[in-house]
């Protein structure tokens, strides 16, 4: 009888550089030269994506769009330990994560420019459109989890979505699927510690959101979200777990969003500037290219190479992006279903 | 050929689709050990085992979002919602992902899902059993709403449904799980989505009625020279079937147990005064339950609409 | 009296209302701080302290649930949804209980909540930004739903809504948040729930629109000698303004920026289809979105009715 | 750097008396003679009522019904804690609370009757309908706490459901806004191990319910749900610190359903008998009735005349419910709002 202890959990957090680029070497993961090079350059690469896409947007040449500078490892480094076959469910803040998987940039852009075709995702790549509609994409995770499962298929499903979504109840009803059926999925939260102007401190009264995953009896961690190196190392990990009926893992990589929530909003209306200065120094890119550096892998003769690289092929796509012609009226019905009705046949004859 | 009921027409329409076809797999609330409350899955997860027959957690957005996943990629998922007025909790996931998925991927990802789920009232049940809101669902552009009036339409409603490349919702209307004995065909057959059935031809007066109401409209009607449709398939509707009625009767009484405002009956009406106007010889009527929620049983009585108030719905047309 | 654009009117609203009843109180994403994604609650954090207007997680079933419970023990919660397109998330809550708590009760809590949201296209946002599915909700037996036409009936709606012992949704037209300035009294007033306004008076048809679509029905009907309704209230429906309208006019087109099939332009439609027909003349024409998916912004235009498309209907009905 | 722990956790479990009613005398919670005898009788009710519930409905006179057999101490000690001022938000299968909290017995039996007007709570009793639909009352009793709060009164906001809701999205977004605001309210979860066919084992794979409150930084612990001194003392602790301002606190009550899920349900169908004969063994009524006994509070004979008094109860309640008129149809009207629109008007004229 009496009061007793039922069961103890703990919570892990892992992180494998330091803010100056400084491995904790027994921790590092198992990456060739050329792996870790192509690391920087993705990461390169979102951000000048990111910081073009802000200045199209200016330019009214892109419609709203939610920067992710600042979160280039934790996409990244969590979408560099994919397979090509596993099943990606982004929200709308991944950008980093599609162009790591090698989604078409062009496309990327066509989305933001107020255009489905851009969301196709061409064959070969298991992603499913971006979502906007905050957390409710995360069953569908569970779903093609089960149906991996029940066709034999080795993929994984991956669903990302930010710290504001661990609020919703399909992010919920989610994990606890997972859980129950122990299935090959994985949870990544971009802990940016904001959802527009609410902290993640009024976001819930958990310490971490790692911590969640004990609601589900599933492995949860949290990574160091700028630190491209533990994120790829605590994907690579939740993926062999998954790949080997261990289930689903719920991964925080706590990061930090630098820019506005997106062109339509105001940070300065709700956040000081400081908690962004202070964020700075942990800025993902440099904490790489310090670590790289330090390797003699990379100086600035190079760095500047993989800048003027990123230049080029963003120039690119812009103008391959403006190149496409706009939809015909007729794509809104050619997608709504395969068998029309005969009302919609009508419609789509007037339209 | 065997005289079956609703529940056994739509048992052997999963069992031989599941036969047919391993790509589909059901999900649910209890659908797996207990068969389903309503014993519709009974004996199917001992056929095809727990991997096809899944019992979930208590979640309806979960479930719901869960088959699209699966639906997107390779399955054929049927997941139950055990009454509908549990799906309302799931509407976001019908209505942001499983209408939307082809169109937002652009083809890229389908969702070729069934969501079954007993509807309707006059079964006697706790609050929320009862609900008869299509109404909602057929606001919603790519998703079919589909009803069956019998064991025969059930069974190949259904297979229509499973084979459907696009979301379906197949409402079950409870009243009738067992009141009805059929011939249901042993044989693969379907009974095509999109396409209403002529229930009882007749020149007087089109009433359109579907799921539970059909039944008690073609008992009502007896007297009246109607021409009785039973709808089938909600959205899209059958508009000639509808049309060439009306344009033949002159005349039009809507059937329907949800409450009248916003109700399917609205869209049937207004279809008609666009594009028949000039053949209607009166008013167009809906017989409906009134703007209230659906009451207990001790009112339910009193809210659905009853033979009587079908006659005089025809009565009053046919002073015209 | 002040110009105000409908944001200015809805903010004033709430001040002024918070400033008389210390009962209301503000709850919902980004509305204190922030001020709101479109400011509509800008200011109101620091004035009436964070107890009043709460910023909430990301959660639209629990901020209305929550909303519920605030409601039926003493306050007059107002809950933003930061979109239309996030309520589908709080349709449970919505369906289930606000609009029933004072049934299943029999009466003992209530239920007086006003969610507000954003509502309707023509901004250019990203998906879900610009659905405009009021239908959905006029559907549910004691919910009322509202919708402001210009800043002087924002306030003055939102004022009775504030009021009203019953819940209600105020779905405000994004489009027009800024497009309009009007004047709008300082002073305490009200626009009744349930009343639709004759925007224009008008003998040869009478068009029925609301929001956003309004001001384009406005524009494009001037050369007609057409009655203009603007409905205000989209739930419970204004049925004398609406039908003595069209006894006068003989004529009638709605018009909706939602997809056409079970829109509320239907229920209009066969309202008049049921109670007016003899004073039609001709065809009841809607004008409405296709039933496909809102789509993003390079497909907007394309989907949203048109000044084209308004008069080509009225062209039409003039014919009869 | 390196793999660190964030956080560790603790899950406690509460007994207070054994399987032969022995207590741990330490955790004895303060209650006088009578009002442990008093827990007896209202837990002897709650039994009495829910038997003939059962019987009725075979017979015809009441609609489906949902027994509570076996979860009386986890109902009644919980509601034994609560002020009348409290607000509780019941689900459908907590008929003990509302007989603890003095509910009208022939209301309570009128609305299983079918009958809406059997839940309008009289005046001072703070109880919400009944929620038939799972979990989604959840989230009033968190604006009801906001309300109380606001308006600084006393009161705490108590919902009840059981392990099947805890898999739903509004159980999730409930607690965590509770969390956020640490607001004077409490989740009492009836665990009594199945939602229908469903053991729990199925619906979450966490090892306790108790442990979902870490999701939300709140308390949470484990009782014995059998035991109704447990139970009580849990609930008290959790009262006290909901009024100081110590936050919401998550209590399972770990019990069992010893009937069918309805009277619409056959349990044959999905689990063995054996599994409830051995929860026969923690009967919570005759766990109480060897505690009190051991004490000399309670004989044979005084358990028989509580009994009789139950019974004598039952009666009369039946007989006053089956006395009530049947509503008139314009009462599905006056109760959808306050001001009806013209076409319920003219509906309710002809109903
Ligand atoms: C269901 C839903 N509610 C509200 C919104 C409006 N909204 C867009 S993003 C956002 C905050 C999201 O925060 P988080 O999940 O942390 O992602 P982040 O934006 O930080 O990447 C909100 C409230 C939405 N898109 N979906
Ligand atoms: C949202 C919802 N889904 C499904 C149902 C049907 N249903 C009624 S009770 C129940 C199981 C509930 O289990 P639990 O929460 O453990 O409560 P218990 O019945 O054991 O008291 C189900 C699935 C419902 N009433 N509500
Ligand atoms: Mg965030
Ligand atoms: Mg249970």
Redesign the interface.
Same mark, same amino acid.
Request: proline content about 8%.
């Given at each position: 009888m009496a009061e007793e202890t039922l069961a103890t959990f703990t919570i892990r957090r892992l992180a494998v550089l330091d803010e100056h680029g400084v491995a904790d070497e027994p921790l590092l993961p198992a990456l060739s030269e050329e792996e870790l090079l192509r690391l920087h350059e993705l990461m390169v690469l979102a951000r000048t994506f990111d910081q073009r896409a802000l200045a199209l947007q200016r330019e009214g040449r892109l419609g709203t769009y939610p920067p992710i500078t600042g979160q280039e490892a934790a996409q990244v480094g969590s979408a560099f330990a994919l397979d090509p076959t596993d099943?990606v469910?982004p929200s709308f803040r991944e950008m980093g994560v599609h162009l790591t998987l090698g989604y078409p940039v062009d496309r990327l852009y066509q989305y933001w420019a107020g255009d489905?075709?851009g969301?196709?995702?061409p064959e070969g790549l298991?992603i499913?459109?971006v979502c906007v509609?905050v957390g409710?994409?995360?069953?569908?995770?569970?779903?093609?989890?089960?149906?991996?499962r029940?066709?034999k298929e080795e993929a994984v499903?991956v669903a990302y979505f930010g710290d504001g979504a661990t609020s919703k109840?399909?992010f919920h009803?989610?994990l606890?699927?997972a859980g129950?059926?122990r299935l090959p999925a994985l949870f990544i939260c971009q802990n940016n510690q904001w959802a527009i102007s609410v902290p993640v401190k009024e976001q819930t009264a958990a310490v971490s959101l790692a911590q969640k995953a004990l609601a589900y009896g599933i492995e949860g961690v949290q990574v160091d979200g700028n630190d491209v190196l533990a994120v790829y190392r605590a994907t690579r990990e939740a993926l062999e777990r998954a790949r080997s009926g261990g289930g689903p893992t719920f991964i925080e990589c706590l990061t930090y969003r630098m820019e506005d929530h997106t062109t339509a909003d105001d940070a300065a209306r709700y956040r000081p500037p400081e908690a962004v200065e202070a964020w700075k120094r942990k800025d993902p890119i440099s904490r790489l290219e310090r670590f790289l550096t330090g390797r003699e892998l990379l100086d600035d003769g190079k760095i500047a190479d993989v800048h003027t690289q990123a230049v080029a092929t963003i120039d690119a796509a812009v103008k391959a992006m403006e190149a496409i012609p706009p939809p015909s009226p007729a794509?809104?019905f050619?997608? $709504?279903?395969?068998?029309?009705?005969?009302?919609?046949v009508a419609q789509r004859q007037e339209a | 050929m065997a005289q079956l009921n609703m529940v056994q027409a739509i048992n052997l329409a999963l069992a031989q689709e599941m036969e047919r076809d391993d790509r589909v797999?059901l999900l649910g609330?209890?659908v797996?050990?207990?068969?389903g409350?309503f014993r519709v899955t009974e004996g199917l997860q001992e056929r095809f085992g727990a991997?096809?027959v899944?019992? $979930?957690?208590?979640?309806?957005?979960?479930i719901?979002?869960?088959?699209?996943?699966?639906?997107?990629?390779?399955?054929r998922?049927v997941a139950e919602i055990q009454f509908l007025?549990?799906a309302?909790?799931a509407?976001?996931?019908l209505? $942001?992902?499983a209408?939307?998925?082809?169109?937002?991927?652009?083809?890229?990802?389908?969702c070729p899902l069934v969501v079954r789920t007993p509807y309707g009232g006059g079964i006697?049940?706790?609050?929320?059993?009862e609900e008869s809101?299509e109404?909602?669902f057929?606001?919603l552009?790519?998703l079919?709403v589909v009803v069956p009036s019998g064991p025969y339409s059930a069974k190949g409603l259904l297979l229509a449904a499973l084979r459907?490349?696009?979301p379906v919702l197949f409402l079950e209307p409870t009243r009738l799980y067992r009141m009805i004995r059929e011939e249901v065909p042993e044989e693969d057959y379907t009974v095509p989505?999109?396409t209403a059935r002529v229930a009882r031809e007749g020149s007087g007066v089109t009433v359109i009625a579907w799921g539970s109401m059909l039944e008690r409209t073609l008992k009502a009607a007896k007297p009246y020279d109607a021409e009785i449709i039973d709808l089938l398939t909600l959205?899209?509707?059958d508009?000639?079937t509808i049309l060439s009625s009306v344009r033949k009767t002159g005349r039009l009484v809507i059937v329907h147990e949800?409450?009248? $405002?916003?109700?399917?009956?609205?869209?049937?009406?207004?279809?008609?005064?666009?594009?028949a106007?000039?053949s209607?010889r009166?008013?167009?009527?809906?017989v409906a339950a009134?703007?209230?929620?659906m009451?207990?049983?001790?009112?339910?009585d009193?809210?659905l609409p009853t033979a009587e108030q079908i006659q005089a719905a025809l009565d009053e047309v046919l002073k015209y």
């Open positions: 099943r469910f489905e075709r969301q196709r995702a298991e499913f459109p509609s409710s994409h995360i069953p569908h995770a569970v779903g093609a989890a089960i149906a991996a029940y066709r499903a109840g399909d009803e989610a606890n699927l129950v059926f794509e809104m050619d997608y $709504t279903c395969a068998n029309l009705g005969r009302r919609q | 797999v609330e209890d797996g050990r207990d068969g409350v991997e096809r899944m019992d $979930t957690p208590l979640a309806e957005s979960g719901v979002g869960a088959a699209i996943g699966m639906a997107a990629f390779g399955l998922p007025g549990f309302y909790a509407f976001d996931q209505a $942001t992902h209408s939307r998925l082809r169109g937002r991927s652009r083809g890229r990802f389908t006697r049940a706790p609050e929320l059993h809101s109404a909602f057929c606001h552009p790519g079919k459907d490349p696009d989505l999109g959205n899209p509707l508009l000639e949800a409450p009248l $405002t916003c109700g399917l009956g609205a869209e049937i009406a207004a279809t008609v005064a666009a594009e106007i000039l209607l009166g008013p167009v009527l809906r009134p703007d209230v929620v009451p207990l049983p001790k009112l339910e009193a809210y």
